[in-house]
């Protein structure tokens, strides 16, 4: 008799599916991966690891308002993984420029030691 053979199991594997940009309270650019694998999202980045609560993540404008919410995030956008890449430096570059402005901003206005 031939041994029967049990069907695979269906892996999931995490994806990196979007990038989120925006400006962080000390005034410069942050640069977060999002990562999926089935229903469940994760962040990861220079501010760290964040899991994204299940009403959020549905979609790149929850994950978007979740990040800005978890780190403080100005002006954040959001980019699917693969989408134009010019529009996207062109934000970026927005986003620099704005970061900057920021960042001369705080530093008048913490006293001179």
Do not use: C
Request: hydrophobic content about 40%; overall charge neutral; proline content about 3%.
């Amino acid at each position: 008799m031939a041994a029967q053979r049990t069907l695979g199991r269906k892996r999931e594997y995490e994806n990196m599916v979007a990038y989120i940009h925006g400006i962080d309270p000390s005034g410069d650019v942050a640069h977060i991966l999002v990562h999926q694998k089935g229903s469940s999202v994760r962040f990861s980045g220079k501010l760290g690891e964040h899991r994204v609560s299940p009403s959020n993540a549905g979609d790149l404008d929850k994950w978007i308002l979740e990040a800005a919410t978890v780190w403080g995030l100005e002006d954040a956008i959001g980019v699917l993984r693969g989408w134009n890449a010019a529009k996207t430096l062109e934000k970026i570059e927005n986003l620099n420029t704005k970061a900057a402005e920021k960042k001369e901003k705080l530093e008048a206005s913490s006293p001179q030691l």
